[in-house]
Every structure is written in C-alpha cells, then in structure tokens.
C-alpha cells in the first residue's frame, strides 16, 4: 500500500519534507541540447532527482525552477501566473546563456504550464520540443480533491483549473498548438491522479507535430523516475533534435 501511494503521490521524505533546494547551473554552453524540468501541483522540484540525473549523463544540459507557492516551496500559483512569470524566467537565462531553444519536460500541472507559456506567452520562439507526462490535457474529475485541501480556491486556484471545462483548460484548447513545436504526451493507465483519457491529445490530421504515448502500470509521480519513461523521453528528445537539423 505505501508503494502504491509513493508511486502516486510522490516520496513524502524526498518531495515533500525535502527543502526546495535548487542546484543552479550555468554549464548549459558544454552541452547541445538543455531541457527545463517542469513539476506538478503541490509538489516540489526534488521529483525530478533522478530524471535529472539520468538526463546530465545523456548529455543534456538540465535545470529546474523553484515554482514558489504556498510556504513558498510548493506549486500553487494559477497556471495563469505561472506561464506568465515562466516566459520571463527562460527570457532572461536564454539571453544570459546564449541558448538558442530548450526542450520542456513537464509533469501533470506543469505540462500545463508549459502549454500555455508556449501557445500564449510566446514560447514557441525558445521552445523546441515539450513533453508532458501525466498531463490533464482535458482536465481531470479528481482535482475535485485539490480544490477541498485548498479551501475551494482560498489558498490555491490551480485545482480549480484542472476540472474539466475548466476557462483555463477551454483557452488551451482554443488556441492552436504551433507546428514548430513538437508536443508529446506521455499516459499512463496505471495513473490514477491523473487517469490516462484525461492526457489524451487530439490533434487535428495535419498535425503531425503531436503525438500521444500510452504505457501501462506506472503510478502519477512514478512517470518522473521510471526508466521505461525516460527510454522513451530520450527518443523522442532526440526525434525532436533531429528534425531540427534536416
């Protein structure tokens, strides 16, 4: 049962009770791709310890960001706000480093988060590639949960824009995806946070920028460590990577 929940809700020693410490990095220029790591609701960037470990030995330059939020650790400022201060945040450090596009890597709420920076806020000019994992593309009926921990929106509106038809997750399906951009969506039907048709995209024909994957038995936060996922990730880093020079 408690591997059940960890594989879900995420280590509480290591995510939760960990300090948000951030482990700056200004060696992006040694390496030829960067990724930006990208966490979920009410979560830190501790998640990503392992991705990010896995990612540096593959060569890729990484970082993540510390989201502020309650007790100023935690991911619980609108998707609004969060877009909004994301698109300044890589402004300013693609300027600094001279890096031309970064590869975003987002989970559940963050994925979210990277949408709308892109779509709205004018990161398809940074961004090269976006994968999301755990997504609620669509929103999803168990952030009902999120909203009762919140006090129906007093200390976070984020769970509120997760529900389905939500104006948040409505605008996002308003506005077109950009075809410079290559978008995958990675699902899990062992994801119970986020079930598995909440993550489904449904991109027109033409776009064949967009793409969905669907694998079994890997718990919510599980995605962000699981080796099956990052065997896939490095793919389609690397697709990504080489459509851009043909």
């Known amino acids: 049962m408690i591997t059940v929940l960890r594989n879900q809700l995420g280590s509480i020693r290591n995510v939760y009770l960990r300090g948000n410490h951030i482990n700056r990095r200004d060696d992006f220029s040694q390496f030829p791709e960067v990724v930006l790591l990208l966490h979920g609701f009410f979560q830190t960037r501790n998640i990503w310890e392992v991705m990010e470990k896995r990612l540096r030995h593959n060569n890729y330059g990484v970082f993540s960001l510390n989201l502020g939020g309650l007790l100023w650790r935690f991911n619980t400022r609108s998707i609004e706000y969060q877009a909004q201060w994301l698109a300044e945040k890589i402004e300013r450090i693609t300027t600094k480093h001279k890096i031309k596009k970064i590869h975003i890597i987002g989970h559940s709420m963050g994925g ?41 929106g007093v200390l ?91």
Not at 130 to 141: A, E
Not at 174 to 201: H, M, N, R, Y
Request: a positive charge; aromatic letters at 6%; hydrophobic letters at 35%.
């Open 112 to 152: 979210l988060i990277a949408k709308k920076y892109i779509q709205e806020y004018g990161g398809e000019k940074h961004v090269r590639s976006l994968i999301t994992l755990g997504t609620p593309h669509h929103g999803t009926p168990t952030a009902l949960i999120g909203v009762f921990l919140m006090g129906g």
């Open 156 to 246: 976070s509106r984020s769970p509120m824009q997760m529900l389905p038809r939500s104006k948040v997750i409505r605008s996002l399906h308003t506005e077109q995806f950009p075809a410079a951009v290559a978008l995958t969506s990675i699902f899990s039907k062992g994801d119970v946070i986020c079930p598995w048709w909440c993550s489904v995209l449904r991109p027109d024909p033409t776009e064949k920028h967009i793409h969905n994957i669907k694998i079994k038995g890997i718990g919510h936060s599980e995605l962000t460590s699981s080796s099956k996922v990052f065997h896939i990730i490095r793919e389609q880093l690397a697709q990504s990577s080489q459509s851009l020079k043909q």
